[in-house]
Every structure is written in structure tokens, then in C-alpha cells.
């Protein structure tokens, strides 16, 4: 059963990242903020989830949640600051997107820069630990996909609507096959052989 609160009568949100291992696409982040009262019994760690109740959980989080933010960084970004830094980068943005402002925010992972004057925890498998945390896992996780799935439509030969942008097999001979596009992370070792790739 997930904790509704790392600490009483306070203000908290959750917030996480989906998409950081990923040779494509952006990286993304959500962060939440629940009403005391809301309980679910099939939250949890997205990645611990079927599509399809991610679908359903996005619809009721959406619909019932006191507050949430969804915020991309793109792939030059990313080339740009590294995934870590893009990673929180995503985070702070989706807080900035909250209509609610947080008392405390709980942060999924170790790493994380302070947001303005907000105290943060840093929680190891948050996502699995508290249902903010794993509401903002669910809501990064399906709007990410929802970009890749778009994206997919431009560029179907890389497989994104199945494998999202991660280093899959098929993923990678395509990249063998047909280069690299503009969603690609140029800095990412997009191939073992990467020193052979053309990345011009």
C-alpha cells in the first residue's frame, strides 16, 4: 500500500521522469499534488503497470487530482545540459506548471537542485513508495508516449510506438539502416560501433 504523505498536514507533490535511458525523444517529467483524500488501489510505479491501466489512471488523476504539471525537455536540450540535468530540468518545469504551490516535494531518485525556496526529499524508488510520486511516474510515463507515438507516424521505420525511443534491438538496426533523425540524442552512444556513425 503507497503512503498518501511523507509528512502530515503538509502541502506535498510528487514528481519523476520518464524517458532518461532513451537514444530518442525527449525526457519528461510530471509533478502532482493529491487531495487528502484521494486513494487508489491500482496506483503504483508506471513501469509496474499495463497500458492500460496507465490510460485509466491518467483519465482519473487528471480529472481528480488537486493539481499536476507536465513538462518536455527536448533532445537538444539534452545534448545540450546531459540527461541529468535535463532530467531535473523536466521536473522543476512541471512544478512551475502546478496551479497549487507545494509545501515539500518529493523528488523520485537521489538527484535533484533545489526549486526556488521549496524543501525537497529525494526518495529511492519513490514511485513505489508514495502515491504522489507514482501518480507524477503515470502521468510522465503516458504523455511521453503520446509524443513518441506521434512522432512514430513521421519516422515509423525506428519502431517508437512499440519501443518509445529506448535502445531495443530493432531500434538500433534502424539506426544502422537509416542514420539518425532530429529526435535522436546526438550525445547518447546511440550505437556500440558509435565512433563509425556519421552524426552530420
Known amino acids: 500500500m503507497l503512503k498518501k504523505f511523507f509528512k502530515q498536514n503538509r502541502l506535498e507533490c510528487g514528481t519523476d521522469e ?36 496507465r490510460d485509466l489512471l491518467e483519465h482519473i488523476l487528471k480529472s481528480e487530482a488537486e493539481s499536476f504539471g507536465i513538462a518536455h ?32 516535494i518529493l523528488v523520485d531518485g537521489n538527484r535533484f537542485k533545489p526549486y526556488v525556496n521549496i524543501p525537497h526529499e529525494c526518495i529511492i524508488k519513490g514511485d513505489a513508495k508514495f502515491l504522489s510520486i507514482a501518480a507524477a511516474s503515470v502521468l510522465a510515463k503516458t504523455a511521453r508516449d503520446a509524443f513518441m507515438m506521434k512522432i512514430h507516424e513521421e519516422y515509423p521505420m ?29 550525445s547518447f552512444r546511440l550505437l556500440p560501433e558509435q565512433f563509425y556513425l556519421n552524426l552530420e
Open 18 to 53: 520518464a524517458g532518461r535511458g532513451c537514444l530518442a525523444g525527449p525526457v519528461t517529467a510530471a509533478a502532482v499534488v493529491l487531495k487528502p483524500d484521494f486513494s487508489n488501489e491500482i496506483l503504483n510505479d508506471s513501469k509496474q503497470l499495463s497500458l492500460k491501466k
Open 73 to 104: 525537455v527536448d533532445m537538444k536540450e539534452i545534448d545540450s545540459i546531459n540527461i541529468l540535468n535535463a532530467s531535473i530540468l523536466a521536473m522543476h518545469r512541471a512544478i512551475d506548471d502546478l496551479k497549487t504551490r507545494p509545501e515539500c
Open 158 to 186: 525506428y519502431g517508437w510506438a512499440q519501443n518509445k525511443g529506448y535502445p531495443t534491438k530493432k531500434h538500433r538496426e534502424a539506426i544502422r539502416t537509416y542514420g539518425i533523425t532530429k529526435y535522436h540524442r546526438r
